[in-house]
T-cell receptor, first 114, second 114 residues
Framework: AQKVTQAQTEISVVEKEDVTLDCVYE???????LFWYKQPPSGELVFLIRRNSFDEQNEISGRYSWNFQKSTSSFNFTITASQVVDSAVYFC???????????FGSGTRLLVRP | DSGVTQTPKHLITATGQRVTLRCSPRSGDLSVYWYQQSLDQGLQFLIH???????AKGNILERFSAQQFPDLHSELNLSSLELGDSALYFCASSSTGADTGELFFGEGSRLTVL
């Protein structure tokens, strides 16, 4: 069965702290895709990143970085020097090559306090 | 702004009623997906259309139906509404049916059933 687990329900940090959001996935497929989405208080879902299963390179985009490790089935997301505007719910999602649907984790609510 | 437009943004109705949610995908996108976000179920895939044809079904109730029209907009029809149908309904679009890329989500339609 395919599954995405975001064990951290809520994280609270002070502005400028670094924070890592954990994502663990389960699939038996060899080809799959992993995603992170952000849902700010306004409610929309904003795409952040997609990673293919055959590309284990980590990625950095400004203050955001992602660590993909197939050996531990994890796709963790780190925000460096967090800002109040980073406060949102973050979702990790999985899509198998054989399916069109995204399987979302339960989300991690991040609160960045000034 | 993702380019995906959903109407209405908010809807309040009574049990037993029927509502229609509308989605206009990004310009040029042929695929439309519907997702339901509720507190107890999280983000659940409902259905996927590609260029007017149904491609995949998820956890969509028989009381719900959808279609994609020749101009590529889509409608999600919810009938015999129950209290548990209260949720945020998202539409997303992507460029191809064989989707390896990201989904672009609209701002959602928040349905409240009283």
């Amino acid at each position: 069965a395919q599954k995405v687990t975001q064990a951290q329900t809520e994280i609270s940090v002070v502005e400028k702290e670094d924070v890592t959001l954990d994502c663990v996935y389960e699939t038996r497929d060899t080809t799959y895709y992993l995603f992170w989405y952000k849902q700010p208080p306004s409610g929309e879902l904003v795409f952040l990143i997609r990673r293919n299963s055959f590309d284990e390179q980590n990625e950095i985009s400004g203050r955001y970085s992602w660590n993909f490790q197939k050996s531990t089935s994890s796709f963790n997301f780190t925000i460096t020097a967090s800002q109040v505007v980073d406060s949102a719910v973050y979702f990790c999602a999985l899509r198998m090559d054989s399916s069109y649907k995204l399987i979302f984790g339960s989300g991690t609510r991040l609160l960045v306090r000034p | 702004d993702s380019g995906v437009t959903q109407t209405p943004k908010h809807l309040i109705t009574a049990t037993g009623q029927r509502v229609t949610l509308r989605c206009s995908p990004r310009s040029g996108d042929l695929s439309v997906y519907w997702y339901q976000q509720s507190l107890d179920q999280g983000l659940q895939f409902l259905i996927h259309y590609y260029n007017g044809e149904e491609r995949a079904k998820g956890n969509i109730l028989e009381r719900f139906s959808a279609q994609q029209f020749p101009d590529l907009h889509s409608e999600l029809n919810l009938s015999s509404l129950e209290l548990g149908d209260s949720a945020l309904y998202f539409c997303a679009s992507s460029s191809t049916g064989a989707d390896t890329g990201e989904l672009f989500f609209g701002e959602g339609s928040r349905l409240t059933v009283l």
